[in-house]
Nanobody
């Protein structure tokens, strides 16, 4: 199993920046990819950014050019640098670890961190 703890959320003015962190522990070697999701009130959880073990990244169209996902393998951590924030980015942000165990791909979630962008 993998345990994830997010941090770095908070209140920021529109146009500002935040950096989210996700610290992983447990079966680190089973992790294949790390994702950041977000869920705004009344909306479905959506994938924001992902990074594979090989370093390949993908972003939702809504955050391309503004958000950057990165990882520090030495610290077993993943980060989400968020710039040029706007009110549409207000949501709870969740870190997810995608693992592989045999032929199964269990996913693990953190508890989430609130990001609120004031206009």
């Amino acid at each position: 199993q993998v345990q994830l703890v997010e941090s770095g959320g908070g209140l920021v003015q529109a146009g500002g920046s935040l950096r989210l962190s996700c610290a992983a522990s447990g079966s680190i070697s089973s992790i294949n990819a790390m994702n950041w999701y977000r869920q705004a009130p009344g909306k479905q959880r959506e994938l924001v950014a992902s990074i594979t073990n090989g370093g390949s990244t993908n972003y939702a169209d809504s955050v391309k050019g503004r958000f950057t996902i990165s990882r520090d393998n030495a610290k077993d951590a993943v980060y989400l640098q968020m710039n040029s924030l706007n009110s549409e980015d207000t949501a709870v942000y969740y870190c997810q670890a995608v693992t592989r165990v045999g032929d199964t791909w269990p996913g693990y979630w953190g508890q989430g961190t609130q990001v609120t962008v004031s206009s």
